[in-house]
């Protein structure tokens, strides 16, 4: 398969050197990604540069997935306005583990084809590096006016916001530069990609590898992913998107694709899933004729989790966000983990009721009003309830109901609503 062309129609080519396709379509050919392993999680961020290493792959060629355990320890001044903080080897030791864990899910470490994925970290060959080698061996072949030419450079110390920048910063397109030049020795590896604002420092590389190692690198990058209304992407108000479920619940993780508006969903549909050409047209075309069912979020959302995450951790979600809309029932909502139900009910007001009061039995009005507040008096309580717009757990409920420890939710939770719109959690403690 043509890698290059595969890319493209997805939206993810932003720069490309000339003759890279020629080059790929050779035969197998070896690139790399680097990734900052300053968490012990993958973001959403991240993957972009993940699934160009997987298409890498699904067209025959060998993914390299670089974790910058060096890197990690200097900083990137690409886009950032100031250092950030250093990390010990024990810390980079532990992130590598677990984002090893997570690529996993996208590429293939385990085979034994001759284009089985390969992790490895720059910590390795540049721990036993002196300063004077390094110097000596690398940075005399890059001038320092080449180095000033790169846009993160001239960015960082033009800003009006900016206090400069470190040596250690300056240095780090030569670290980058020297980490092609070794996989390139090492492995053949002829091909770094990276988003659009690593250019100058996957081109530094491209340098290094033609005046030290007498060969030819390439270079690719894809855009920097952007939403339609400005936003960054990737975030929300409690930050990142994470790829850990214990950062980012499945079910927040399936919510932020479901709400992507219907601009970035046709977007990201063909960025972030493996659908063909076709079955992307046809979701687009199904989406324009009844856009007010969503089938693209949908569908973007269905695939990315069930990516990341699992087809469970998929169907959980679907049901998990089916009791916001009313849909769902009692043995529903007993089937959603605290996590989950937390995360569902999100901002949803609550009061704490003694586990005592339940064991005796707790009756409506009490749970209603004096003892929660969720409707301003006793003689209001008693208008819904015969108006019979009271629910326990979504089941409707009369005067005569009383709420018992055979209500609770995870053993602590009881849901009222009245009427479709006002939700109440009691957390019984």
Same mark, same amino acid.
């Given at each position: 398969?043509?890698?290059? &062309? /595969?890319?493209?129609?997805?939206?993810?080519?932003?720069?490309?050197?000339?003759?890279?396709?020629?080059?790929?379509?050779?035969?197998?050919?070896?690139?790399?990604?680097?990734?900052?392993?300053?968490?012990d999680s993958l973001h959403i961020g991240h993957l972009v540069g993940v699934m160009m290493l997987r298409h890498f792959q699904l067209c025959g060629h060998k993914p390299y997935a670089l974790?910058?355990?060096?890197?990690?320890?200097?900083?990137?001044?690409?886009?950032?306005?100031?250092?950030?903080?250093?990390?010990?080897?024990?810390?980079?030791?532990?992130?590598?583990?677990?984002?090893?864990?997570?690529?996993?899910?996208?590429?293939?470490?385990?085979?034994?084809?001759?284009?089985?994925?390969?992790?490895?970290?720059?910590?390795?060959?540049?721990?036993?590096?002196?300063?004077?080698?390094?110097? %000596?061996?690398?940075?005399?072949?890059?001038?320092?006016?080449?180095?000033?030419?790169?846009?993160?450079?001239?960015?960082?110390?033009?800003?009006?916001?900016?206090?400069?920048?470190?040596?250690?910063?300056? !240095?780090?397109?030569?670290?980058?530069?020297?980490?092609?030049?070794?996989?390139?020795r090492e492995f053949d590896c002829t091909l770094q990609m990276g988003g659009s604002d690593q250019w100058g420092n996957i081109t530094t590389g491209t340098e290094l590898i033609r005046r030290?190692?007498?060969?030819?690198?390439?270079?690719?990058?894809?855009?920097?992913?952007?939403?339609?209304?400005?936003?960054?992407?990737?975030?929300?108000?409690?930050?990142?998107?994470?790829?850990?479920?214990?950062?980012?619940?499945?079910?927040?993780?399936?919510?932020?694709?479901?709400? !992507?508006?219907? /601009?970035?969903? &046709?977007?990201?549909?063909?960025?972030?899933?493996?659908?063909?050409?076709?079955?992307?047209?046809?979701?687009?075309?199904?989406?324009?004729? &009844?856009?007010?069912? %969503?089938?693209?979020?949908?569908?973007?959302? &269905?695939?990315?989790?069930?990516?990341?995450?699992?087809?469970?951790?998929?169907?959980?979600?679907?049901?998990?966000?089916?009791?916001?809309?009313?849909?769902?029932?009692?043995?529903?909502?007993?089937?959603?983990?605290?996590?989950?139900?937390?995360?569902?009910?999100?901002?949803?007001?609550?009061?704490?009721?003694?586990?005592?009061?339940?064991?005796?039995?707790?009756?409506?009005?009490?749970?209603?009003?004096?003892?929660?507040?969720?409707?301003?008096?006793?003689?209001?309580?008693?208008?819904?309830?015969?108006?019979?717009?009271?629910?326990?757990?979504?089941?409707?409920?009369?005067?005569?109901?009383?709420?018992? %420890?055979?209500?609770?939710?995870?053993?602590?939770?009881?849901?009222?609503?009245?009427?479709?719109?006002?939700?109440?959690?009691?957390?019984?403690?």
């Open positions: 398969m043509n890698f290059v &062309e /595969e890319i493209t129609w997805r939206g993810m080519l932003h720069d490309v050197m000339p003759g890279t396709e020629e080059h790929l379509m050779e035969g197998m050919r070896a690139a790399y990604v680097g990734i900052d392993p300053t968490a974790v910058g355990g060096a890197t990690g320890m200097i900083g990137d001044p690409s886009g950032k306005s100031a250092e950030r903080n250093l990390l010990d080897e024990e810390t980079l030791r532990h992130n590598q583990e677990s984002l090893k864990k997570q690529l996993g899910k996208f590429l293939d470490f385990t085979g034994n084809k001759d284009n089985t994925a390969v992790l490895v970290n720059n910590y390795d060959w540049m721990k036993d590096f002196s300063f004077l080698d390094f110097i %000596r061996d690398v940075g005399k072949h890059i001038t320092v006016n080449y180095m000033m030419s790169k846009d993160s450079v001239k960015k960082r110390l033009s800003s009006d916001a900016s206090e400069g920048m470190s040596f250690t910063e300056f !240095t780090y397109q030569l670290v980058q530069g020297y980490d092609f030049l070794h996989l390139y030290i190692g007498g060969g030819k690198g390439f270079a690719l990058t894809c855009p920097l992913i952007t939403k339609a209304d400005g936003t960054k992407f990737g975030k929300t108000e409690s930050g990142n998107i994470w790829l850990d479920p214990n950062l980012t619940s499945p079910y927040k993780f399936y919510q932020y694709w479901l709400n !992507t508006s219907d /601009e970035d969903a &046709e977007k990201y549909i063909k960025i972030f899933t493996f659908l063909t050409k076709d079955e992307v047209e046809q979701l687009v075309e199904d989406h324009k004729e &009844e856009p007010h069912l %969503r089938q693209l979020q949908k569908r973007l959302a &269905e695939e990315i989790t069930i990516m990341v995450h699992s087809r469970e951790d998929f169907e959980n979600a679907v049901k998990a966000s089916e009791v916001l809309f009313g849909k769902s029932t009692a043995s529903d909502l007993r089937e959603l983990n605290e996590a989950t139900f937390l995360d569902v009910f999100e901002g949803v007001p609550q009061a704490e009721i003694p586990i005592n009061e339940v064991e005796e039995g707790l009756d409506m009005i009490a749970a209603l009003s004096a003892q929660t507040g969720f409707l301003k008096s006793n003689g209001e309580a008693r208008r819904a309830l015969k108006e019979n717009s009271i629910s326990v757990n979504k089941e409707k409920v009369g005067e005569d109901y009383k709420i018992t %420890r055979d209500d609770l939710i995870n053993n602590k939770f009881v849901i009222l609503n009245k009427g479709k719109r006002n939700t109440y959690i009691i957390r019984v403690v």
